[in-house]
């Protein structure tokens, strides 16, 4: 056995036993394998790094079942491959109002069902206060306006647009451009974060 098993099969006892270091190492040990294979499925590293995401949530949650798991990387693929297809689903779903994405390809799915919780939970904790300011001043005005409208005054699409002088298209556009460059600032934090009110 390769050092990198060992390092994952001493974690995972580590995570079944409800040790957050150990779930913490899983993560670190899977993520650019599960990267790689999310993205040979779903051209859209935004839905693929969503499903990590929520794999590991998932995990954490069925922590007392795992203990007798025999092949580590095989039970960890198929439950990821179930909750990728979940996450597109709900992707997908989540955007299908108002017309906005008739012709949006899988590569385009947006990510906005999630942030608006992370952002609205982040206005709630000072550390992901710090890390939100320092994400949005890497936003131009006009992003950060919609961001502001979309996620903090709550206001629809269609009410952005009017308000902006936009089309509804460019109003969603914007958006997800935005969230983008918001991800790698807040996500792996969040995700954390969102484990830690999860247990």
Not at 9 to 25: M, S, T, V
Not at 83 to 90: A, D, E, N, P, V
Not at 148 to 172: C, H, M, N, P, W
Request: charged residues 25%.
């Amino acid at each position: 056995m390769g050092p990198k098993n060992k390092d994952i099969n001493k974690n995972w006892r580590l995570l079944a036993e409800g040790d957050k270091q150990g779930l913490y190492e899983c993560f670190n040990l899977f993520y650019n394998d599960l990267y790689r294979f999310g993205l040979s499925l779903y051209k859209n590293p935004e839905l693929v790094k969503e499903g990590i995401n929520n794999l590991f949530l998932e995990l954490w949650k069925i922590k007392h079942k795992l203990a007798d798991v025999q092949n580590v990387q095989q039970y960890t693929l198929t439950i990821y491959k179930r909750i990728l297809y979940k996450t597109y689903l709900q992707l997908s779903e989540a955007t299908q109002t108002g017309g906005l994405i008739d012709d949006i390809s899988v590569g385009d799915t947006p990510i906005e069902p999630s942030y608006e919780s992370i952002l609205i939970a982040s206005q709630h904790d000072e550390h992901m206060k710090k890390r939100l300011q320092k994400a949005l001043n890497q936003l131009s005005p006009r992003q950060k306006e919609i961001i502001r409208l979309r996620y903090f005054d709550t206001v629809a699409f269609k009410d952005i647009a009017d308000q902006t002088g936009l089309s509804e298209r460019t109003v969603y556009n914007t958006l997800h451009n935005a969230i983008k460059v918001l991800r790698d600032v807040i996500c792996v934090t969040v995700f954390f974060r969102l484990l830690g009110e999860g247990k």
